[in-house]
């Protein structure tokens, strides 16, 4: 059972492929958050602008307000000094200073819950998440279904040959897959 404390901030990692419901998970975080009255900030990076701008927006549909920043030094000149709970989307995306802005949110204080990729199509760590998961007091690690046999996918497939680590897209560019059908990719 997750018992909150009390007067201390911390970080929560929500981790794992495309489409696995991270996005869902922070909104259903945040809501709740909301709820309590609680002084609330959702950040995400400027080139995910995959279904709204001004917006994080799930696979589904679900969505909440979020400020699209382009980088770790607007994010840090549009915080709001009195926030209580800090969310930010797709952080993957971020440099490794992320992890540092994290740790000083949650040291004033703050619930900071983060969302993002822990590996890229190739099935290696995506930026900042190692660190992120090593220092948060909350790791969820979520799976999607694979969409070629069913299983629990832990892997997103890209489907174009471009080589970039970074290249924004959905459906149209990536298919979750279990941990078998990506090896039989690689094969
Ligand atoms: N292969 C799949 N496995 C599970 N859910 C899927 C799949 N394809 C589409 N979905 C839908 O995606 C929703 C989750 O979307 P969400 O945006 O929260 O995922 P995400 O992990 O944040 O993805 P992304 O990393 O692409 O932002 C599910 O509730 C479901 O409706
Ligand atoms: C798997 C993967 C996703 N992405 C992007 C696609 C989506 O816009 C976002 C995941 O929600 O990350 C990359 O930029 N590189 C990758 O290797
Ligand atoms: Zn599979």
Redo the contacts with the bound molecule.
């Keep these: 059972m997750f018992i909150p404390p009390k007067d201390i901030g911390w970080v929560e990692v929500i981790c794992g492929p495309m489409f696995s419901g991270k996005t869902e998970e922070l909104i259903r975080r945040i809501r709740r958050a909301s709820f309590a009255k609680q002084r609330v900030q959702v950040f995400k990076p400027k080139i995910d602008d995959r279904y709204d701008a001004n917006a994080i927006v799930s696979h589904n549909q679900e969505r909440v307000e979020g400020i699209p920043v382009s980088d770790l030094k607007e994010m840090r000149q549009k915080l709001d000094p009195h926030v209580e709970v800090v969310g930010i989307d797709e952080i993957q995306f971020f440099d490794q200073g992320v992890v540092d802005f994290c740790d000083e949110l949650a040291n004033k204080g703050c619930r900071v819950i983060v969302a993002g990729l822990d590996l890229d199509y190739l099935g290696e760590p995506f930026g900042p998440l190692p660190r992120l998961i090593c220092q948060a007091e909350y790791v969820s690690k979520l799976l999607a279904i694979?969409?070629?046999?069913?299983?629990p996918?832990h892997h997103s497939y890209r489907l174009s040959t471009d080589p970039q680590q970074v290249l924004v897209g959905s459906t149209d560019q990536y298919e979750a897959?279990?941990?078998?059908?990506?090896k039989v990719g690689q094969d």
């Excluded at 694979?146 to 299983?151: F, L, P, T, W």
């Excluded at 897959?177 to 990506?182: P, T």
């Design positions: 694979c969409v070629r046999c069913g299983n996918a897959i279990c941990r078998r059908c990506f």
